[in-house]
């Protein structure tokens, strides 16, 4: 008879750069209130790894002793993580009203037709994910589209549009 | 960064967006400009806490972010001998649809929030702060941090601060897209580590806020505004504005103007003058529909702005409310129907999920404002859309409730001809967008 298995070692995900910056959050906080640092950590370990999988969730939940239900609770109620894989540039584009007012609309139909994609898709090479976002408190600068979550593009004409994807297949 | 939302010149008496240019933003510029006065006039003098709140109250300074309420009335409801930790939060977390202010005053001039939050930390006897900023606006946060680790090495922020016996830790930290954060319990929450999900009120923050310790939030803007106060008195700041709405307010101007941009002018300039300061209509285009105040405000006819001035209690009496500022055009081309369908998926998509009459009620609001937009309407749809907004609002522990019904409400009461134009022709006039 086989014994209970050991739990798997998690093997860590989350590399000593990234760890150190979550430190750096941590402190941040009160020392029994690590949990705080919860957002930036998910942050941090999306940027490294393109992706919050369940078991980025487990390893950030060890490493703030919380439980892991409360981090999934976290990562699957803010928008900006990725709870799949994406393309290699994801590009968000703002739709709300005053965006759309300043051809944003126009804007994201430009994209799904160069891309060849709908919101939520990926193009079939692996580059591109299309996301449509909410207000990201940067109405005069429509339409303005976010890559990655972290590269602000604004006034983005068909033409900017063009010269952005071009950009960003160059830099594959 | 773009430049053209607020170095364009056209502001009227400003006092937080003056003389920067988007270079300007570090330590010495702001010192140059006067900055850290208000903060070692203070500390220099040995103003009590108590004085420098009656003047923020004497001011008639009213929080920016949304809801007007006194700020100088709100810091006095921290309890002043508490004995343990207390906090003071910025809400940074700007999400309201057509608000842009607080990402151009954190990235050309963040030293000045810095100060108004060490001077209200003093003001409130508070060691620790955060500021928190809105998480797509990457660029602004990581140079807030480098603002901060300034303020830091100058002594103007930590122990002792300027050699006085004022101790004061901010921090910064950021959203990740959840505009109900923007909601100051829901933001406590977030900066717990959790789901921003609204808290019921009261208890207020001020008695149990983070970490259930007192706290005060205020939102950026509000905080930029301190140091004038005290640098220059109370009623220098009210003599800026009119009575009961102190100082300068910045108003960002988006939709179917010439150049839409931010615009601090005096609260109580005429609608009429900051709509040419944002050039006018675009293209030469009529008027037809304002938001006076972030997409939650109800709408107003054209002609009405036209004849409204900008400050609290105007708008108010116009029928709609300032509230963050946010000042979103619309000409004679657009469709009211698919403007509001486009604001009632927004608050169908942020609502938080907690309470029923807003999670169920919201989307229930856009299916029908995108039905009859897509000429399947009926003319009972109206009303239903009319009882549905009633019932959400009031109704729920947060505001997000009121801001998804007052729009519905509103466009149906200005522009019902156009709705009823949708049901009976079955179709849109309006070409492809908006």
Known sequence: MSAVPEPKSPKALLSADACRAIDREITKYPADQKQSAVLAALAIAQSELGWISKDVMEEVARYLDMPAIAVYEVASFYTMYNLQPTGKFKITICTNLPCALSGATRAAEHLKKRLGVGFNETTPDGYFTLKEGECMGACGDAPVLLVNNTRMESFMSDNKLDALLEQLKQAR | ?434
């Open chain 2, 1 to 434: 960064m773009s430049a053209q939302t607020c170095f364009h010149g056209r502001h009227i008496k400003p006092i937080i967006l003056a003389d920067l240019d988007g270079d300007n933003w570090r330590l010495r510029d702001y010192e140059s400009r006067g900055g850290y006065s208000a903060l070692r006039k203070i500390l220099n003098e040995k103003i009590t806490p108590e004085a420098v709140t009656a003047e923020v109250k004497k001011s008639a300074l009213r929080g920016r972010g949304g809801a007007g309420f006194p700020s100088g009335l709100k810091w006095s409801f921290m309890p002043r001998q508490f004995p343990g930790a207390k906090y003071l939060v910025c809400n940074s977390d700007e999400g309201e649809p057509g608000t842009f202010k607080d990402r151009d005053i954190l990235r050309y001039n963040p030293h000045i929030v810095i100060e108004g939050m060490a001077i209200a930390a003093y003001a409130m006897g508070i060691k620790a702060g955060y500021n928190y900023i809105h998480g797509e606006i990457w660029d602004s946060y990581l140079r807030f941090q480098e603002a901060l680790d300034e303020a830091y090495a100058a002594g103007l922020l930590g122990a002792k601060i300027l050699g006085s016996d004022f101790s004061f830790d901010l921090y910064t930290c950021h959203g990740y897209g959840a505009y109900i954060c923007g909601e100051e319990t829901a933001l406590l929450e977030s900066l717990e580590g959790k789901k921003g999900q609204p808290r019921f009120k009261p208890p207020f923050p001020a008695s149990y806020g983070l970490y259930g310790k007192p706290t005060t939030i205020n939102n950026t803007e509000t905080f930029a505004a301190v140091p004038f106060i005290i640098n220059r008195g109370a009623d220098a700041f009210l003599e800026l504005g009119r009575p009961n709405n102190g100082g300068t307010k910045i108003f960002s101007v988006s939709g179917d103007v010439a150049r839409p941009g931010n615009f601090e002018i005096p609260l109580g300039t005429p609608f009429a003058k900051l709509l040419e300061l944002a050039g006018g209509m675009r293209d030469g285009k009529k008027i037809k529909a304002v938001i006076p105040g972030g997409s939650s405000m109800p709408v107003l006819p054209g002609d009405i702005m036209m004849a409204t001035d900008m400050d609290y209690d105007s708008i108010a009496k116009a029928g709609s409310m300032l509230g963050s500022g946010a000042v979103i055009v619309m000409d004679e081309t657009r469709c009211m129907v698919r403007c509001l369908e486009r604001l009632s998926y927004f608050y169908y998509e942020e609502s938080c999920g907690q309470c029923t009459p807003c999670r169920e009620g919201t989307g229930w609001l856009y299916r029908m404002v995108h039905r009859i937009e897509h000429g399947e309407g009926r003319m009972e749809d109206l009303d239903v859309l009319n009882s549905v907004a009633d019932n959400i609002a009031g109704r729920t522990i947060c505001a997000l409730g009121d801001a998804a019904a007052l729009p519905v409400k509103s466009f149906i009461k200005h522009f019902r001809s156009e709705f009823e134009h949708h049901v009976h022709h079955k179709e849109c006039l309006v070409a492809e967008y908006v």
